[in-house]
């Protein structure tokens, strides 16, 4: 396998820079993402290994041009949707609600 995903990476990326002192999350949005992962996959019975599946089954594209734990709410998407709890439609009208200020998410 040679996807986005896999250790080390697709080759001709150059190498991976590292922030010196790096915090353990960037905003404040990154810490809620880290909670809502490991809350809802206890939920709904989903293990590490799962996750980490769904995780590489974003497309290339679109693993590439995400944020880190921006990748973890996609894949986290995939199996809310793969395990009955929301469909697609579902999320959509939330997510219309969310960027329209009608639904707080906090």
């Known amino acids: ?8 990476g697709m080759h001709g990326f150059g190498p991976i820079p590292i922030e010196e002192n790096e915090p353990i999350f ?3 949005w990154e ?4 909670g809502i992962e490991f809350f809802t996959n206890a939920r709904i019975g989903v293990n590490g290994d799962q996750f980490r599946y769904a995780n590489e089954r974003l497309p290339a594209d679109l693993y590439l041009s ?4 921006e990748k973890w709410m996609l894949a ?3 199996l809310l949707e793969e395990t009955g709890v929301l469909t697609q439609a579902e999320i959509e009208v939330r997510m ?6 009608e639904q707080d998410v906090g």
């Not at 810490?31 to 880290?34: E, G, Q, S, T």
């Open 26 to 28: 960037h905003g404040e």
């Open 31 to 34: 810490k809620r993402a880290f």
């Open 66 to 69: 995400v944020l880190y734990y």
């Open 1 to 8: 396998m040679d996807g986005p995903h896999d250790i080390g």
């Open 76 to 78: 986290l998407q995939i």
């Open 96 to 101: 219309a609600k969310i960027q329209s200020g």
